[in-house]
C-alpha cells in the first residue's frame, strides 16, 4: 500500500510493503496528488485506461492516450498530466503495478528462469513505451487479473504478464540517457512547480524570466536549476511540448498545418517546420501520412 503523502516530502514515493505483497497494485484518477513530478525505488508498469495529455519520463515528453502502456525504472523521474477542462475528474485514468529490483533479484536466486527478465529491466531504466496492440490487450487483461487476486495467484499473473512484456519487440526507448533522480524533496516540489507552471502556458508566449519569477529565482539560477532538475533547458522544454501537442493535433485533426503551428504555441511556420524536423525526424506533412498509415494497418 502506499503511505499517504505528507507536506514535507511531496515528490518521493514510499511505498511500504505492510501486507506482505511482493507486487503492488494501484489505480487512481485525476486529478490526483500522487500525479506530480516524483520518482520512487520500485519500477513502474503504467497503463492509461482514460484520457490523453503528455508524458514526462527522465528529458523524454511525448504525447499518451487511453491504453498506452509505459514502464520506468527505479528512480527515473516521472509524470503524466492529463489534458482535461477546468473542473473535469476522471475517476479512474491509470492502472499500475509497482515492483522492486530485490524481489525480482531474490526470486531469480531460486528461479533462473527469470534472468530472462534482465534485458527488459535494464531497457526499463531509460522508460519504456509499448507499441504492440496485443502486448497492451494482454497486459489489459492481466491487469485486471492481477487487480482481482492475491497470494500466489496474483503473483502468477504478474510473471506471466512481465514475460509478455519482456517477449515484445515493439516497444520505444524514451530518455535519450540514462537518467536518476537523486535530488532532495525540495527541489523535486520547485521541479514540480517549474513543470505544472510551463506545461499550463506553453501554448503562449512564455518566457524564461516569467518561469524564473514564478519560482522567485532569477532566470540565471533557474535557468541552471532546470537543466540539471529536468535535463533540459527550458527553450528545449517547451518546444518538446509544443510539438508533442502538434504531434496530437497531427494525428488525431484534419486542421491545417499552419494552424497547428499556432495552435501549438508557434509563432510563425518556418521556426515550427524547423523544430519538427529537429525533434522528429521528419516533416510535419510527413508525420501525418505516417500517423494515418500506421493506424490504418493497425485496423486492419
Same mark, same amino acid.
Given at each position: ?27 487512481h484518477?485525476f486529478p ?37 502502456l509505459?514502464l ?39 528461479f ?28 489489459t487483461e ?6 482481482? %487476486?492475491?497470494?500466489?495467484? !496474483? ?5 506471466? +504478464?512481465? *514475460?509478455?512484456? $519482456? ?5 520505444h526507448l ?10 532532495d ?13 510551463i ?63 499556432f ?19 521528419? %516533416?510535419?506533412?510527413h508525420? !501525418? ?5 500506421? +493506424?490504418? *494497418?493497425?485496423? $486492419?
Amino acid at each position: 500500500m502506499t503511505r499517504p503523502l505528507r507536506k514535507s516530502d511531496p515528490s518521493y514515493e514510499l511505498m511500504d510493503d505492510l501486507n506482505g505483497h511482493s507486487v503492488i497494485y494501484r489505480e487512481h484518477g485525476f486529478p490526483c496528488p500522487l500525479v506530480r513530478w516524483h520518482f520512487h525505488k520500485e519500477y513502474e508498469l503504467h497503463l492509461i485506461v482514460a484520457s490523453s495529455g503528455t508524458a514526462f519520463i527522465g528529458d523524454y515528453i511525448g504525447p499518451f492516450y487511453p491504453y498506452s502502456l509505459f514502464l520506468t525504472g527505479p528512480n527515473l523521474p516521472h509524470n503524466w498530466i492529463s489534458q482535461v477542462t477546468e473542473g473535469e475528474i476522471v475517476s479512474k485514468r491509470d492502472m499500475l503495478v509497482n515492483f522492486t529490483d530485490e524481489t525480482l533479484e531474490n526470486a531469480a536466486a531460486v528461479f533462473p528462469e527469470l534472468l530472462s527478465l534482465n534485458p527488459l529491466l535494464e531497457r526499463a531504466r531509460y522508460g519504456i513505451e509499448f507499441k504492440c496492440p496485443h502486448t497492451i490487450q494482454r497486459t489489459t487483461e492481466l491487469l485486471h487479473f492481477i487487480a482481482g %487476486t492475491r497470494g500466489v495467484t !496474483r503473483l502468477g499473473h504478474f510473471f506471466v +504478464l512481465m *514475460e509478455l512484456l $519482456a517477449g515484445c519487440e515493439d516497444y520505444h526507448l524514451l530518455c535519450g540517457a540514462l537518467i536518476r533522480s537523486d535530488d532532495d524533496e525540495h527541489t523535486l516540489d520547485r521541479t514540480n512547480k517549474a513543470v505544472n507552471f510551463i506545461f499550463e502556458r506553453y501554448a503562449s508566449d512564455l518566457t524564461l524570466e516569467e518561469a524564473a519569477d514564478h519560482l522567485s529565482m532569477t532566470p540565471t539560477y533557474f535557468s541552471r536549476f532546470f537543466r540539471k532538475a529536468t535535463g533540459r533547458c527550458f527553450v528545449e522544454f517547451v518546444n518538446s511540448l509544443r510539438i508533442s501537442k502538434s504531434c496530437e493535433l497531427l494525428s488525431q485533426s484534419k486542421k491545417a498545418v499552419t494552424d497547428i503551428c499556432f495552435e501549438s504555441g508557434f509563432n510563425n511556420i518556418s521556426n515550427f517546420n524547423r523544430r519538427f524536423q529537429q525533434i522528429k525526424g521528419m %516533416t510535419p506533412s510527413h508525420y !501525418r501520412r505516417l500517423t494515418a498509415r500506421r +493506424l490504418t *494497418e493497425q485496423n $486492419a
